[in-house]
């Protein structure tokens, strides 16, 4: 095709990020629940855990995006190739 690997560049593995996020997610919901009574019935699926499932996410979702912007190498890597043109991709 005319073109060779010049190198590589280290960029975040987003594929990777989801199951992080998930996570956080999970975690804040744990505990912004932890003290709330035990419920037997099916109400527990309301809008109150709606919407601490919605500002858990939010807040995740801002924590990583400061992270990534800022450490974005604590995160896991992977090598993207970058090309240079060879001797068959040159104009004669």
């Known amino acids: 095709m005319g ?5 590589y560049h280290d960029r975040t593995d987003w594929p990777k990020m989801g199951p992080s996020l998930l996570i956080a997610t999970c975690l804040i919901v744990a505990i912004r629940t932890a003290k709330w009574p035990p419920r037997a019935d ?4 309301g809008q109150e855990l709606s919407d601490e499932i919605q500002f858990a996410a939010q807040i995740a979702s801002r924590v990583m995006s400061t992270l990534i912007g800022k450490y974005e190498t604590i995160f ?4 993207e190739p970058w090309y240079q043109p060879n001797d068959d991709d040159t104009p004669k």
């Open 3 to 7: 073109l060779d690997v010049g190198g």
């Open 42 to 45: 099916e109400s527990l699926a």
């Open 76 to 79: 896991p890597q992977r090598k």
